[in-house]
Nanobody, 119 residues
Framework: QVQLVESGGGLVQAGGSLRLSCAAS????????MGWFRQAPGKEREFVAT????????SYADPVKGRFFISRDNAKNTVYLQMRSLQPEDTAVYYC????????????WGPGTQVTVSS
């Protein structure tokens, strides 16, 4: 099993920045791809960004391209989401997720961290 815990959320003004972290524990050697998702009030959870184990493959949802940047440090079993130029529409609970190689859907999820952007 893999456990994920997010941190770094909070309240920020529009135009500000935050960096989220997600620490993994347990069978971390089995983790291949990691990602970030978010869920705003009254909306479905949506994909934000993903990164492969060797950081050689990353992708972003269109609304965050050019503003959010995902990275990982395998030595620390941690994935990061640097968020810049935050807007009120970025307000959501942000979740970290992970999956093993050859598994198509994300298997492991963190409890989430709240990000609130004030206008």
């Amino acid at each position: 099993q893999v456990q994920l815990v997010e941190s770094g959320g909070g309240l920020v003004q529009a135009g500000g920045s935050l960096r989220l972290s997600c620490a993994a524990s347990g069978r971390t050697s089995a983790i291949n791809r990691m990602g970030w998702f978010r869920q705003a009030p009254g909306k479905e959870r949506e994909f934000v960004a993903t990164i492969a184990r060797n950081s050689d493959s990353v992708s972003y949802a269109d609304p965050v391209k050019g503003r959010f940047f995902i990275s990982r440090d395998n030595a620390k079993n941690t994935v990061y989401l640097q968020m810049r130029s935050l807007q009120p529409e970025d307000t959501a609970v942000y979740y970290c997720a992970a999956r093993r190689a050859l598994v198509l859907s994300y298997e492991f999820w963190g409890p989430g961290t709240q990000v609130t952007v004030s206008s």
